[in-house]
């Protein structure tokens, strides 16, 4: 996705709400952000974040969204006011898009789903050292 709100792409997500569970908020982010109303599928990683000057340390936990038809492809609806667009992007072009956490997460989430793993992750990387 392409927020409006900074310079890079990012996955799609957000926090989730207080009583909420990281599935339901995978949910509703999706619906929000997409508008698409799937169910979040299996673990891909979990990454522990540390705090920066903009925002408090944090769990990022990533699912996957599975396989879109044609048809969910082409019924993905942006909100105007929150993102510029979306793209389908190769492995390959990634890091061109989006910070350098979320390119090394997006390609540990990549392995987890090749391999069937989840991916325990400390800012992007599994062994905790983390540009």
């Known amino acids: 996705m392409d927020p409006v709100y900074r310079d890079t792409w990012d996955l799609p997500g957000g926090a989730v709400e207080a009583e909420e569970s990281p599935h339901a ?3 509703r982010e999706i619906a929000e952000e997409l508008g698409l109303d799937r169910p ?7 990454d522990w974040v540390p ?3 903009e925002r ?7 699912y996957d969204g599975g396989v879109l038809t044609q048809g969910d492809a082409q019924a993905i609806a942006v909100p105007a006011d929150e993102l510029a667009g979306f793209a389908f992007v190769r492995p390959d072009e990634v890091a061109a898009k989006v910070t350098p956490l979320v390119a090394r997460r997006i390609a540990a989430c990549l392995a987890a789903l090749a391999t069937g793993t989840v991916a325990s992750l400390e800012n992007g990387t599994a062994d905790g050292v983390g540009v």
Do not use: I, K
């Not at 979040?40 to 990683?45: D, E, I, K, M, T």
């Not at 408090?56 to 990533?62: D, H």
């Open 25 to 27: 908020a995978c949910r």
């Open 40 to 46: 979040a599928g299996r673990v891909l990683a979990v």
């Open 51 to 53: 705090s920066r000057p």
């Open 56 to 62: 408090p340390e944090g769990l990022v936990v990533v």
